[in-house]
């Protein structure tokens, strides 16, 4: 199976300032028609997932254009550009390329 | 708008089984998928499998083969996840979530708490 790994696990944020949030799979994303079968997460406290971007760059209706996915093949990243409180929870990757989809550990984002 | 709502939360015995239901409405219920996502307590997120409710294909882990089935009542726009031989490891919350096109998982129930305990 494919392994999602994710870093930082903790991330402390500073409201205003930027963070970002890497994640790697153990083998290239990229499809043959062109799409990298990534998607972002993220769960805040006390409720279900909610989905930020998917196919690696695509930002989910109603998300915030703070947000934004960016890489190819086996390396990616998620960037907010200027962290706000209602941002902290956790945020996770997944790969929908192969069965059985795979997810990162999770990274906590947390008010410092 | 679309809403998955899930069936209430569940205790079993090890050795059980359970069978977590999601209602589906706003949305015609045959044009997309469902997929069953789990989350143990203080965990991250598992996933569990995918239904198609138009033709009832289903793909679950080699991890849950042989204990997971996945159905679709297409009358009741509800699908169902019922997961035998309970192992107190498979205490978790289980989300359902729509799926449309390219795997995109872009609406989620409220999750079901399943407590595997004695």
């Known amino acids: 199976e494919i392994v999602m790994t994710q870093s930082p696990l903790s991330l402390p944020v500073t409201p205003g300032e930027p963070a970002s949030i890497s994640c790697r799979s153990s083998r290239s994303l990229l499809h043959n028609n062109g799409y990298n079968y990534l998607y972002w997460f993220l769960q805040k406290p006390g409720q279900s997932p909610q989905l930020l971007i998917f196919l690696g760059s695509n930002r989910a209706s109603g998300v915030p254009d703070r947000f934004s996915g960016s890489g190819s093949g086996t390396d990616f990243t998620l960037k907010i550009s200027r962290v706000e409180a209602e941002d902290v929870g956790v945020y996770y990757c997944m790969q929908g390329l192969q069965s059985p989809w795979t997810f990162g550990q999770g990274t906590k984002v947390e008010v410092k | ?118």
């Open chain 2, 1 to 118: 708008q679309v809403q998955l709502v899930q069936s209430g939360v569940e205790v079993k015995k090890p050795g059980a089984s359970v069978k977590v239901s999601c209602k589906a409405s706003g949305y015609t219920f045959t044009n997309y998928d469902l997929t069953w996502v789990r989350q143990a307590p203080g965990q991250g997120l598992e996933w569990v499998g995918w239904i198609s409710p138009d033709d009832d294909d289903t793909v679950y882990p080699q991890k849950l083969q042989g204990r997971v089935t996945m159905t679709a009542d297409t009358s009741t726009t509800t699908g169902y996840m019922e997961l035998r031989s309970l192992r107190s490891d498979d205490t978790a919350v289980y989300y359902c979530a729509r799926v449309r096109s390219e795997w995109i998982i872009d609406y989620w129930g409220q999750g079901t708490l399943v407590i595997v305990s004695s």
